[in-house]
């Protein structure tokens, strides 16, 4: 195992066990979920990863987000989901121009 994999397996374990022992630290209310992001690329290989990751988890791609250029697959195990996410090249590029005013706009 990598060393990355083994200290977020570890932050994970630490973090429920932390929980277990302080029942009065609140919980988030919506559930938490560990994104995996693919290597910036084409579409094709990002897609290509994330199809890897679906056939390893078992998953399908999700349709909901692909009108926004979100390609994603994931799992949930209760409130705890793990998600692999695209975002596709013309999406990127949406909220590149979107916020491309952001230093233009002062808020008062």
């Given at each position: 195992?990598?060393?990355?994999?083994?200290?977020?397996?570890?932050?994970?374990?630490?973090?429920?066990?932390?929980?277990?022992?302080?029942?009065?630290?609140?919980?988030?209310?919506?559930?938490?979920?560990?994104?995996?992001f693919p290597p910036?690329?084409?579409?094709?290989?990002?897609?290509?990863?994330?199809?890897?990751?679906?056939?390893?988890?078992?998953?399908?791609?999700?349709?909901?987000?692909?009108?926004?250029?979100?390609?994603?697959?994931?799992?949930?195990?209760?409130?705890?989901?793990?998600?692999?996410?695209?975002?596709?090249?013309?999406?990127?590029?949406?909220?590149?121009?979107?916020?491309?005013?952001?230093?233009?706009?002062?808020?008062?």
């Open positions: 195992m990598t060393d990355r994999r083994t200290a977020f397996i570890t932050g994970l374990r630490d973090l429920a066990t932390y929980f277990e022992a302080n029942p009065n630290v609140p919980l988030p209310l919506q559930g938490i979920t560990a994104l995996y910036k690329a084409d579409d094709e290989e990002m897609r290509a990863d994330i199809d890897h990751v679906a056939a390893l988890l078992g998953s399908e791609i999700d349709p909901n987000d692909l009108q926004f250029g979100h390609y994603k697959t994931g799992l949930s195990f209760g409130p705890v989901r793990y998600e692999a996410l695209a975002i596709l090249a013309d999406a990127r590029a949406r909220h590149e121009a979107a916020n491309s005013y952001r230093d233009n706009i002062a808020l008062t």
